[in-house]
Structure formats: C-alpha cells, structure tokens
C-alpha cells in the first residue's frame, strides 16, 4: 500500500516515532529501488533513522542476529545479576550499623539509592535528587512501580514486615525497562533492607521518628520549647509515649576527669539500652543530655508491678553495661506522671535524685524519688536541729553498746525500708523471722515507739534520714553516736 501513497508512508513513519520505535528497516528491491527523497526528508526532520535492507537480506537472517545479540545481552546481564546477588548474601549474614549497610547495598546495586519510612520520612538518599522532589506525591500504593519525572526515573519497591508496609526502596536505574532478573534483584535487596532494619530494634522507622521527636523533648527541657509543639509532633506521628503514665529515668556513670571517655560510655550505653531484650517491652525513648542519658518510659494504670517490671530491667541493664574497669552506671527514677506538662518536673525530679544521692552517698544502682524527696524536703535544716531530732528518736539505742547499737541501728533502718513487712526484713538481713520479730519489739521498747503508729514510723525514718546528713560532713572523732555507726 505504501508504495503508491507517500502521504501514508510520511504518516506511518511519524506514527511510529511518536510510538517509541527505535527505526524501521525497509528492503529494497522488490517494491522500491531506493527510499523515496519525500521519506527521507521527513525522516531527517524527525531524526528517525531509516534502514536500507538488502534484497539478499532474509527475515530469518534478521531474527538470528536479533536473538544472539539478545542472548549475548541476557547472558551477561545474568552474569551480573548473580554476581549481586551473591554479594547480598555475604550482607545478609553481617549485622553492620544500619547506615553503613544502605552504602554497601546501594553500591552492590550499582545505582544510586533512597530509603523512605512508612510515614514519609527520608531515612537515606544517596541520589542527586532532592528529598522534597522524591515526597512530592506522598503517600505511595504498596506495590512495585517506576516513578518517573522529566529529570529522573526510580524503580521503588516497598519494604514489607509480615503484611505490613514499614517503607520504601527506590533505586535510580536510567534504563527504559528493567528484566526479570534486574527486578528480582531488587526485590531481595528490598527483603534484605527490610530484615535488617526491623531486626536489633523493633522498628527502624520508629526510631528515625523518635530521633526527631527526642531532639524536641530536648529543645523543650533546654531551651523552653512549646510543650504544646511537642505534644502536636507525637499525634501527628502517633506516638503514644504521653497518652497515659509514664516516669523519667536519667542514667550516668560516676564522674571522671576525661569528658570523652564519659561521653563515648554513654553512646554504648544507649545502644544497649536501645538492644536489651527486657529493656526493649518497655517500649521506652532514649535520648542523651548533659546530666546523662535520658529516658522516658510510658506506663498503663497497672501499679507496682509495671513499676517492678521497669526496675528489673534496668537493673539488668546497668548490669549488662558495666563498663571493662568495672565501673556500673547508676539511674534515677522520677515518680510517675500523668501529663506531658509534667514531662520537666519529671526531668528534675531525676536531676535532684542524683544530686542528693551523690551528697548522701546512697550507692545504689537505682534511686527513686520516692526514696529521696524526704531528703529535698529537708536539707536546708539546720544540723543542731537535725541532732536533737536524733538524739529525741534514737538517742535511746545510740548511747548503748557500740557493737549492739550498730546491729539494731541496721535492723531498724532495714526494717523501715521494707515499709514494717517483717518477712521482706528477715530476708533482707539473713536472719529467721522470729529474729527479726524480737529485735522489732525488743526495738519498741528501747526507743519508746509504735511501730504500729504511721507517726512514729515516718519519725523514724526521717531521723535516719538526718543521721546520713550529718554523716557526711562530720569530723573524725569518736563520738558515741559515731561508734554507733561504725558498728552498723
């Protein structure tokens, strides 16, 4: 039909260039001696190039270069492919930081490569494309499909965990189109990403969120940020840290003369904070600060036995990051809250707790405001007063014995730590219930208290409170009060 009609030749070759085609062959001989000049001008002007076929030249000819070329193409292709593929696996068996290995997959791939979160944020991009170009038309359908622009193009492939999306891969391949193979290499480089990232915390993702969200928690302790705008970040990205209770736990290591050595103490420390398998169902955020590495732990209406709970796992894990010179990290823990407006008073809270605790060398692993607020309360009384007060409730026990006064003086304090429970007491001690019983009223006696009564009980307390006080800074001589508490 062409042979006769020009216009249709010219019509059939502009559709063709608008279609993509890479050219079109036309054999001589039979037809047409030589592609008319009409032909060839449009083709010029199109810049679509134009094949003369020789008469000799068969169809089959034409197929067999055709189909080695591709087989040639394929093979190498395969070559490659699996050449990646095997490269991946050597990573899959590694447990690099997760930064590191987004390079070394994007350099395996052989193509630039961008790694976005569930809910839209940029986690790596290693492309010349913007961060705001890529989220352009955020949110993305869970499927593999090209994006493609005038200025780029990306193959994304999203990253699932069991049936849920927990983000996106997008690797800048400049091809037109992608094989088999080059798609299923990318397909286990997205699985590869995806168990990497989801496997020494519970979520990746989360946490890139939560780095945000702890630097405004961090503007707001230092800085007085907006409580409001914290507030507003965690229900956009849904973080429920604040919905119902939660308490502060401020963490650090003793002082020492070498900042840095503290500060890289406290980086491994907030890893296995971050690792810890029991720490971990805490479902806390951890962000470091000047006074130490900060926690915050959400906590439903269960009571003591989420407080319980929380402190068993700390403790196994100041344990666990028990540095190589044997040195334990201590942590102080605020009282419950209930608002995010208290999210300060609970950081203070921590700061005082270890303040006190330090001045009052009460060398425990963890110290809860709830023991020390006692201690804030009075530690602008005088020390004369503080000695009358000890004199009036324990004056009775402190002018005994020293070796006696010292065994009961433990008894007691003991006694009152365990809230009067006086199995918890004899556990404590080491000592048979029956024991303990007898030294308790034996105890009642001597100081002339009801053990029964909350007001002798808190007087108690309080006095030992006081005697840790005046222990601190009291001259070295013997006092009977001071052989008292050298025989305890």
């Known amino acids: 039909m ?29 037809f ?46 395969m ?22 290995l987004f390079d070394d997959v994007s350099e395996v791939i052989g193509v630039p490569m961008a790694v976005v979160g569930s809910r839209g944020q940029m986690l790596y991009n290693c492309s010349p494309v913007l961060d705001g170009q890529l989220l352009a038309n955020w949110p993305w359908p869970t499927h593999h499909k090209w994006m493609k622009t005038s200025e780029w193009q990306a193959f994304c492939v999203p990253l699932m965990k069991q049936e849920r999306c927990t983000g996106f891969v997008l690797f800048f391949n400049p091809q037109l189109f992608l094989s088999s193979m080059e798609e299923s290499l990318y397909s286990q480089a997205a699985e590869l990403l995806s168990f990497h990232m989801n496997f020494n915390y519970e979520d990746y993702f989360e946490l890139s969120v939560q780095k ?40 650090d290591f003793p002082q020492e003369n070498f900042a840095l050595s503290r500060a890289d103490k406290l980086e491994k420390l907030k890893s296995e904070f971050l690792s810890h398998a029991r720490l971990q169902h805490q479902k806390g955020m951890h962000l470091l600060m000047e006074e130490g590495l900060l926690s915050v732990f959400p906590e439903s209406d269960a009571g003591s036995k989420e407080e319980e709970e929380l402190e068993a796992a700390l403790l196994a894990c100041l344990t666990a990051g028990t540095g190589p010179d044997g040195v334990m990290p ?13 999210l300060y008073e609970a950081f203070d809270e921590c700061r005082q707790s270890r303040r006190l605790s330090a001045d009052w060398g009460a060398g425990l692993p963890i110290i809860k405001f709830e023991t020390m607020d006692l201690a804030f309360l009075f530690e602008h009384v005088s ?12 004056g009775g026990l402190i002018n005994k014995d020293p070796e006696y006064a010292g065994e009961m003086l433990h008894t007691l304090e003991t006694y009152l730590e365990q809230d009067g429970q006086l199995n918890e007491t004899a556990k404590r001690l080491f000592i048979h219930r029956n024991t303990a019983t007898y030294r308790i ?19 108690l307390k309080i006095a030992f409170l006081f005697r840790r006080i005046l222990s601190r800074g009291q001259p070295a001589k013997k006092t009977k009060e001071a052989a008292g508490q050298k025989g305890r």
């Open 2 to 30: 062409l042979k006769d009609d020009i216009a249709m030749a010219n019509e059939l070759l502009i559709k063709l260039n608008q279609c993509g085609c890479a050219g079109l062959g036309i054999k001589l001989g039979r």
């Open 441 to 459: 009223e034996k105890l009642s006696e001597i100081l002339d208290v009801d053990f029964k009564k909350m007001n002798d009980l808190l007087r």
């Open 32 to 77: 047409w001696q030589a592609i008319p000049e009409e032909l060839v001008d449009t083709a010029n002007r199109l810049g679509f190039p134009l094949l003369e076929l020789p008469y000799p030249f068969t169809f089959s000819d034409q197929m067999k270069g055709l189909f080695r070329a591709e087989m040639k193409r394929n093979t190498g292709i």
């Open 383 to 394: 020390r004369e007063r503080m000695e009358a007060f000890c004199e009036r409730w324990l």
């Open 212 to 251: 945000d969200f702890g630097l405004l928690i961090k503007r707001y302790l230092r800085n007085g940020l907006p409580i409001d705008q914290v507030i507003d970040y965690a229900r956009r990205w849904e973080i429920d840290l604040f919905e119902h209770s939660y308490r502060c736990v401020l963490t």
């Open 79 to 100: 070559q490659e492919v699996l050449d990646k593929q095997m490269r991946l696996m050597r990573f899959a068996l590694k447990s690099d930081n997760i930064g590191q």
């Open 330 to 342: 201590t942590a102080a823990m605020s009282s419950r809250k209930k608002t995010p407006e208290q």
